[in-house]
């Protein structure tokens, strides 16, 4: 199927002048000019346009983006499964923010105490755990952290192994998780609660969420176009049908 210029302006939110410069740059040519004069991309052009923007998001200099999509697809692969750890490092990051967030306004409120060192956790330079390493690069973690900090205010780190197999428990819940929609069950059938209840026992390995905070953490995962992206790589709809299931859990299980 063609779409038009203005088509892929519309469902990729590149503006017109945007895909314009991409051609210029030789990164991104039609498919063909139709007899209406427009230009029009195919399945091809999709594929090729997602790329420079996956390039884009992961930081890549444009000069250095047609390069790129000069490499066989195995390398590719590799280079988008990097970009998808670090979008999953920072959803883990955002886990924790809206944590603070949540336990700083309850402290304000008078309705809880919170300790010094948990005002900073999630913020950017605070991070609880630790970053995988670049391709190439060996990851080092301190067998013990400075005496001056509290045993409290230790930063707990996750080894590259722990970490991973986190990330293997998170995708096998999005498959499963996509396979249910796929088969029609809705948000609040059982099978399907058991997946979101190993969603949020996931959760709990990096933070405990309230009934709120799990609310608010399953409408970031519609809102966020990071998160969007990466739901919409599993299926179009699997982060609304996601975020149903969570309030539901919400409502039935953190109440």
């Known amino acids: 199927m063609a779409y038009s210029m203005t088509d892929v302006s519309g469902m990729s939110g590149v503006s017109l002048s945007e895909l314009s410069h991409y051609a210029e740059l030789g990164l991104l040519s039609p498919a063909f000019r139709g007899l209406d004069e427009d230009i029009y991309y195919e399945k091809k052009e999709l594929l090729t346009l997602q790329q ?3 390039c884009k998001e992961a930081g890549v200099a444009e000069e250095e983006i ?4 000069k490499e066989e697809p195995v390398e590719i692969i590799r280079v988008m499964r990097q970009h998808r750890i670090r979008i999953l490092e920072e959803a883990l990051r955002l886990h924790g923010l809206i944590q603070t967030l ?3 306004v309850s402290y304000l409120q008078g309705e809880e105490t919170i300790e010094e060192h948990e005002l900073y956790h999630g ?5 609880r755990h630790a970053r995988l390493p670049e391709a190439g690069q060996t990851q080092h973690l301190p067998e013990t952290l400075p005496s001056r ?4 205010e230790k930063i707990e780190l996750k ?6 197999d986190s990330q293997t428990r998170i995708d096998q819940i999005h498959l499963d998780l996509k396979q249910a929609l796929e088969l029609g069950l809705e ?4 099978a399907v609660q058991e997946i979101i209840g190993r969603h949020l026992e996931w959760i709990k390995g990096y933070y405990t969420p309230t009934a709120e905070i799990y609310r608010d953490l399953a409408n970031l995962y519609v809102e966020h176009r990071d998160f969007r992206n990466m739901y919409d790589g599993y299926h179009p709809r699997l982060a609304e049908f996601l975020r149903e299931g969570m ?3 919400a409502s039935q299980d953190l109440s």
């Open 66 to 69: 047609g390069s790129m999509l």
């Open 123 to 127: 913020f950017e330079h605070n991070t």
């Open 52 to 54: 420079i923007l996956f």
């Open 187 to 190: 948000p609040g059938n059982p």
């Open 247 to 249: 309030i539901i859990k």
């Open 159 to 164: 080894s590259k192994e722990d970490f991973l």
């Open 149 to 152: 900090e509290s045993k409290a």
């Open 102 to 104: 949540d336990r700083t």
